[in-house]
């Protein structure tokens, strides 16, 4: 079992920096998949990026729409996983997830693979 608390979500203005936080606890030890997903209202969840939990593999975006804009990466002396999300765009603005594999151990961007989830921040960005 791994059980993940996301932080850092918030309101700000478009062009404006976010950095979320994932804390993983339980079953920490296992190399597995680790991704970020959002979902906006009205929309489909969707995967923003992926990296392994001992950030040997990835980070890999999923959506074009936050190259250059969004890094991931994790710290595995914390057991943190990081979302840091530069010039945000209302287009942004979303529930944003954390989520770990059961067993899959490569970065990946199918929601499917993923059986562990956080209860989510939110993510507003104003014009």
């Known amino acids: 079992q791994v059980q993940l608390v996301e932080s850092g979500g918030g309101s700000v203005q478009a062009g404006g920096s976010l950095r979320l936080s994932c804390a993983a606890s339980g079953s920490t030890f296992s190399r597995r998949a680790m991704g970020w997903f959002r979902q906006a209202p009205g929309k489909e969840r969707e995967a923003v990026g992926s990296?392994?939990?001992?950030?040997?593999?990835?980070?890999?975006l999923c959506t074009d729409s936050v190259n250059g804009r969004f890094t991931i990466s994790k710290d595995k002396t914390k057991n943190t996983l990081y979302l840091q999300m530069n010039n945000l765009k209302p287009e942004d603005t979303a529930m944003y997830y954390c989520?770990?594999?059961?067993?899959?151990?490569?970065?990946?961007?199918?929601?499917?693979?993923?059986?562990?989830w956080g209860q989510g921040t939110q993510v507003t960005v104003s014009s």
């Open positions: 989520a770990a594999a059961r067993t899959y151990v490569r970065p990946s961007c199918l929601d499917y693979d993923y059986g562990y």
């Open positions: 990296i392994t939990s001992d950030g040997s593999d990835g980070p890999v």
